[in-house]
């Protein structure tokens, strides 16, 4: 079986599951995309109503952030060919009742990331987006989401954290103005070279 048949089967498993659905509070929608060609993986958070509604990764207001970020558009960011897009929960785990979602279900990942992520065979960078990420895929890594992002040079090539782009870190943003002026950049010189 060719490598991308092979991963193409992987995602029609993943996008099937229904391993949460009980404790899912809009039932599962696994969203996940990509194919062996992408060079450019992008490791999220989990879905939010919108995405879980449209089955589009990042299509709200934090994936306009997120574009921005990379500087590709629309187009580019949803060609599979070219990106790559697994969050650590392919599922929206719904609201958290002191505000914003819930983490991602932590099941998800542990059964899943293992056989998907070495199936995106052609993926030269990888960027980790938001804590949850930053917490699985760099575990010796200790200190604060700030302190593994701004440590971002030590981790290039292969890889690149970043902080969640919802509009809820824009002080945060603020509060190191290094993100925009030193990071983005990069970042967008090495998305460019890539898709």
Known sequence: MSAERELQSLLERARACTHCAEVLPLGPRPVIRGSTSARLMIISQAPGTRVHETGLSFNDPSGDRLRDWLGVDRETFYDESRIAIMPMGF?????????????????????????????????????????????????????????????????????????????????????????????????????????
Do not use: K, Q
């Open 91 to 195: 599922c929206y785990p719904g609201r958290d009742p002191r505000g914003g979602d819930r983490p991602p279900r932590p099941e998800c990942a542990p059964l899943w990331h293992p056989a998907l992520r070495p199936a995106f065979t052609g993926v030269e960078l990888t960027l980790l987006v938001g804590s949850y990420a930053l917490r699985r895929y760099l575990p010796g890594r200790r200190g604060t989401m700030t302190e593994t992002v701004a440590a971002w040079r030590d981790l290039l090539p292969e890889t690149l954290p970043l902080p969640h782009p919802s509009w809820r870190n824009t002080a945060w943003i603020r509060r190191n103005p290094w993100f925009e002026a030193e990071l983005l950049p990069v970042l967008r010189r090495r998305v460019a070279e890539l898709v």
